[in-house]
C-alpha cells in the first residue's frame, strides 16, 4: 500500500494534521522524532497527549528507555515493522515527526555499516576529549566539517566523536556523506512525502507560545526528575532541545528568566536547522499553512495531493471498496460520511 510522510519545523502544526489524515483516510501514525521516542520526555519533546490522539492509533512514541542508546538503524528496523503490520491491516502508515534523518533513513536504502568503528581511532578521540574538552572536540570538528559542526551542540559529546570517527577513517565530512542521499537508491515501496511550512515570524510566534505552555505544564518538574536520575547530561537522550537549556538552570547557572529565553532562542534556531535540511529535499510536496484559513481546508488539499501524486490512494481505495462491499456498503476514502470518526 505504501505510506505518507508529514515532516516540517516544530510547532508547525504536524501532529494535529497527521491526525486528521489518519481520520481521513483511516491510518495509524508512526512517530519520526527522535526526541519522542524517548520515555520521560512527554513535555519538553511535546509529545501528542492521549487526548490529541483523537482515537487514532499512535506507535513508537516513549518506547524507548531515558538513558538507553538508540540508533537510526534500529528506528529504521523497528518503524518498518511497524509499517508491515500498519498494511497487514488494512490501514495507511502516516510517518509524522521533524527529524530528517529519520527521514532518509526510511525512504532510502541505506547501509549503516559502511563505516566501522576503529577502537584504536576512538580512544585517541576519547583521550583528546578528556585532555582538552568537549568544545575543544566540536571546534576541531568545525573545521574539517563545517556543516556538522553547526548542526550539533558541542555537549552532544556522542554524536560529535562519530562525525570525527568519520571524517578520520574515510577523508569525507559526514555532511557530504549525508547528501550522498540524493544519489542513493530509494526504498522499494510507494510513499508520498508532504512537508508544511509557514511564515517565520508566525513560526516563532508558535515556538514562544509552545514554551510558555510547556513551562505552565511542568517542564521543569519533568526535567528535574531526569536530573536526579542519574544518567549522564551528554547521553543523546538528555541532549533535546529545552532539556538541556532547564538542566543548567536546575542546577543553578542562570536565573529561570535567562532559561526561558534560551529555551525559545534555541527552539527557533532549531526549527531553522530543520527547514534548512527538508529543503534540500526535492520530493517534498510543501503545503504553506498561512494559505489555509481552515484545518478542514488544509486537510482537503492534502487528499488531493495524495489521489493525484501517488498510487496509494489507488491501493486503498482498492482495499477499502472490497472490504465495505463484503459488509454491504461502499465509500471513496476522504468523502464526507465515508468514516464516523471524520469531521
Given amino acids: 500500500m505504501g505510506a505518507v510522510f508529514l515532516v516540517g519545523p516544530t510547532a508547525c502544526g504536524k501532529s494535529k494534521v497527521a491526525v486528521e489524515i489518519a481520520q481521513a483516510l483511516d491510518?495509524?501514525?508512526?512517530?519520526?522524532?527522535?526526541?519522542?521516542?524517548?520515555?520521560?520526555?512527554?513535555?519538553?519533546?511535546?509529545?501528542?497527549?492521549?487526548?490529541?490522539?483523537?482515537?487514532?492509533p499512535h506507535h513508537l512514541y516513549g518506547m524507548v528507555p531515558m538513558g538507553k542508546d538508540?540508533?537510526?538503524?534500529?528506528?529504521?528496523?523497528?518503524?518498518?515493522?511497524?509499517?508491515?503490520?500498519?498494511?497487514?491491516?488494512?490501514?495507511?502508515?502516516i510517518l509524522c515527526g521533524g527529524t530528517g534523518l529519520y527521514l532518509n533513513a526510511m525512504t532510502y536504502r541505506m547501509d549503516f555499516g559502511r563505516v566501522q568503528g576503529d577502537p584504536a581511532l576512538r580512544m585517541r578521540l576519547l583521550e583528546e576529549l578528556e585532555a582538552n574538552g568537549a568544545e575543544a572536540l566540536h571546534q576541531r570538528l568545525c573545521i574539517?566539517?563545517?556543516?556538522?559542526?553547526?548542526?550539533?551542540?558541542?555537549?552532544?559529546?556522542?554524536?560529535?566523536?562519530?562525525?570525527?570517527?568519520?571524517?578520520?577513517?574515510?577523508?569525507?565530512?559526514?555532511?557530504?556523506?549525508?547528501?550522498?542521499?540524493?544519489?542513493?537508491?530509494?526504498?522499494?515501496?510507494?510513499?508520498?512525502?508532504?512537508?508544511?511550512?509557514?511564515?517565520r515570524e508566525l513560526l516563532y510566534r508558535r515556538i514562544n507560545a509552545r514554551v510558555d505552555a510547556m513551562l505552565q505544564e511542568g517542564l521543569v518538574a519533568e526535567c528535574r526528575v531526569l536530573l536526579i536520575s542519574?544518567?549522564?547530561?551528554?547521553?543523546?537522550?538528555?541532549?533535546?532541545?529545552?532539556?538541556?537549556?532547564?538542566?543548567?538552570?536546575?542546577?543553578?547557572?542562570?536565573?529561570?528568566?535567562?532559561?526561558?529565553?534560551?529555551?525559545k532562542r534555541e527552539t527557533r534556531r532549531y526549527a531553522k536547522r530543520q527547514m534548512t535540511w527538508f529543503r534540500r529535499d526535492r520530493r517534498i510536496h510543501w503545503l504553506n499553512v498561512d494559505d489555509f484559513s481552515r484545518t478542514g481546508d488544509l486537510i482537503q488539499q492534502i487528499l488531493s495531493i495524495i489521489k493525484e501524486k501517488s498510487v496509494i490512494w489507488r491501493d486503498l481505495c482498492d482495499y477499502q471498496q472490497s472490504a465495505h462491499r463484503t459488509a454491504g456498503c461502499f465509500f471513496e476514502p476522504g468523502t464526507p460520511g465515508a468514516d464516523s470518526r471524520q469531521r
Wanted: charged share 25%; glycine share 10%.
Fill in 27 to 56: 491510518g495509524e501514525i508512526i512517530n519520526m522524532d527522535s526526541m519522542q521516542i524517548y520515555d520521560g520526555m512527554r513535555i519538553g519533546s511535546a509529545r501528542p497527549t492521549h487526548e490529541e490522539m483523537k482515537g487514532v
Fill in 70 to 93: 538508540f540508533s537510526v538503524a534500529e528506528y529504521k528496523s523497528t518503524a518498518m515493522e511497524t509499517m508491515a503490520e500498519i498494511e497487514a491491516r488494512g490501514k495507511l502508515p
Fill in 144 to 199: 574539517v566539517d563545517p556543516s556538522t559542526g553547526a548542526r550539533l551542540h558541542p555537549n552532544d559529546v556522542k554524536r560529535v566523536l562519530r562525525a570525527l570517527e568519520v571524517y578520520e577513517a574515510t577523508g569525507i565530512p559526514m555532511s557530504e556523506r549525508e547528501e550522498e542521499f540524493t544519489r542513493m537508491e530509494q526504498e522499494n515501496y510507494d510513499f508520498l512525502i508532504l512537508g508544511l511550512t509557514m511564515e
Fill in 230 to 263: 542519574g544518567i549522564p547530561l551528554n547521553h543523546p537522550s538528555m541532549m533535546g532541545i529545552g532539556y538541556r537549556q532547564v538542566f543548567p538552570y536546575l542546577m543553578g547557572e542562570y536565573g529561570y528568566d535567562e532559561m526561558v529565553e534560551r529555551v
